[in-house]
């Protein structure tokens, strides 16, 4: 579980409530309906106009890992690599063919397979890093959906506004319904700069890093499978990949 995101979102809406509250404004005034609806719909319209829907449906799937991202320890993975490099040098590469099969992990799996069937290790690099490559395009392609979201949030919320402003001018004959249309027209540019800037933009981010720090792990996966396939010093591939810790 990632607290920060939990705590970032808790601090977003306590400071935008809170600072609401000291300027005298009451909670109630925040809450519009079809502000929300006019916010949430358009944005979302829009960026399914935009995207592709495998690319929109893997951009749904990846949000989780904004508070439950994939474990990565790089420290257990290094250890385990050495110990498959001792095992290598002392029962030959088919000893790894059953820690192959039994491997959870489906990119370890896929190179340590290589590694089993007696590939080159130029081969197996290059096999690799085709997947590594291929994943982390996939990956940040679904982080942009969400700052595109970003992007058309706030020029909805400000059509949201003028809509609300257009029924305010209809009501003009009563002047009592003025004060408190205005401020409900506005809550529209309130929903969709604060969607934005609070929610959709940082979920973009927060996606791209944790997709190149996916690609980082993958990448010291590779180096360290290939230093087997190489017949590497266990001691020497300890070093190599101790350089990939942060």
Do not use: C
């Amino acid at each position: 579980m990632d607290y920060l995101s939990i705590i970032g979102i808790i601090v977003a809406f306590g400071a935008i409530l809170g600072g609401n509250a000291l300027e005298g404004g009451e909670a109630s005034a925040l809450a519009n309906g079809p502000a929300l609806v006019i916010v949430f719909g358009g944005t979302i319209g829009a960026i399914m106009l935009q995207t592709p829907m495998p690319i929109f449906l893997h951009a749904l799937r990846s949000a989780g890992a904004v508070f439950i991202p994939p474990k990565q320890r790089l420290d257990k993975t290094i250890k385990k690599l050495v110990d498959w490099s001792n095992v290598a040098r002392k029962e030959g590469l088919l000893g790894l063919e059953d820690i192959a099969e039994k491997e959870p992990d489906l990119f370890i799996r896929k190179g340590m397979q290589l590694l089993v069937d007696g590939s080159e290790p130029e081969v197996i690099r290059n096999i690799l890093e085709v997947e590594i490559e291929t994943r982390e395009h996939h990956d940040l392609q679904a982080a942009r959906v969400f700052e595109s979201m970003g992007g058309f949030s706030p020029t909805i919320g400000i059509i949201g506004a003028v809509l609300g402003l257009i029924h305010v001018m209809q009501n003009l004959a009563d002047p009592s319904k003025l004060g408190s249309g205005i401020a409900a027209a506005f809550v529209a540019t309130i929903y969709g700069v604060g969607l934005a800037n609070l929610f959709l933009i940082p979920f973009g981010s927060k996606l791209k890093t944790l997709a190149l720090a996916r690609t980082h792990f993958r990448e010291m996966v590779v180096e360290g499978i290939v230093s087997i396939a190489e017949g590497e010093n266990p001691r020497n591939i300890e070093s190599k990949l101790q350089g990939y810790i942060i």
